[in-house]
Structure formats: C-alpha cells, structure tokens
C-alpha cells in the first residue's frame, strides 16, 4: 500500500523557519515526481514546488528564494525547508506523488497524497 506521511509542521513566528519531511512507502523504486501543496482556510489547494526523479526541483513564484526542496533517497523522504515565513504561509501543507509522469504542479497530476500537516505564521 502506497502511502505519504508528512511531519515537521508547526507555529512559528513571521520570519522564522521550518522543516517539513514526507515520508514514501510501499512504492516500487522512487515515485517519478513528488511536491508540496498547500490549502489555506476558504482557499483552494495550491502548488509550492515538486522534484522530479532526476531530482530537479521546481517552484511558485511566491515561495521562489524561500522554500527549498530536496530529497534522501536512502530514506525515501522528501523535504520542504522554509525560511523567511509570512502570515501567508500559514495552510495546510501536503505532499503528493506520482507514478509515472511529472506533469507540473496541478492536483490532477498526482495520485498520492499525505494527510497533511499543518503550519501557521504569526505575526
């Protein structure tokens, strides 16, 4: 059973920093691509970056500069470190993955999802 847990989410005061880490098992080899999302309160899902399996990570625009992706083969975890956090931030936050393509950062394109874990930004 293939399954995604995320961890690492909490408060945080505006400016500072956190590490969320997803967790991958029961997939055969490493899914072909892998992201972050993210859902605020009232707001739709939205993409933070993905890593395809060449390892080439890849983000929006507003998280661009802050928020690095990378990934442990070894432990098949994938990482989000965000820095400089804002208000803004503050959502829900998911990994996802796929199989067998890595289409961009839309919903549809990843069939595997964690539970989520939750962070939020004060002022």
């Known amino acids: 059973q293939k399954q995604l847990v995320e961890s690492g989410g909490g408060s945080v005061q505006a400016g500072g920093s956190l590490r969320l880490s997803c967790v991958a098992s029961g997939f055969t080899g490493r899914p072909y691509c892998m992201g972050w999302f993210r859902q605020a309160p009232g707001k739709e899902r939205e993409g933070v970056g993905l890593?395809?399996?060449?390892?080439?990570?890849g983000y929006v625009p507003s998280v661009k500069g802050r928020f690095t992706i990378s990934q442990d083969t070894d432990k098949n975890t994938l990482y989000l470190q965000m820095d400089s956090l804002n208000p803004e931030d503050t959502a829900m936050y998911f990994c996802?993955?796929?199989?067998?393509?890595?289409?961009?950062?839309?919903?549809?394109?990843?069939?595997?999802w964690g539970p989520g874990t939750q962070v939020t930004v004060s002022t």
């Open positions: 890593v395809n399996r060449d390892g080439r990570p």
């Open positions: 996802a993955a796929d199989t067998w393509r890595c289409g961009g950062l839309v919903r549809s394109n990843f069939a595997y």
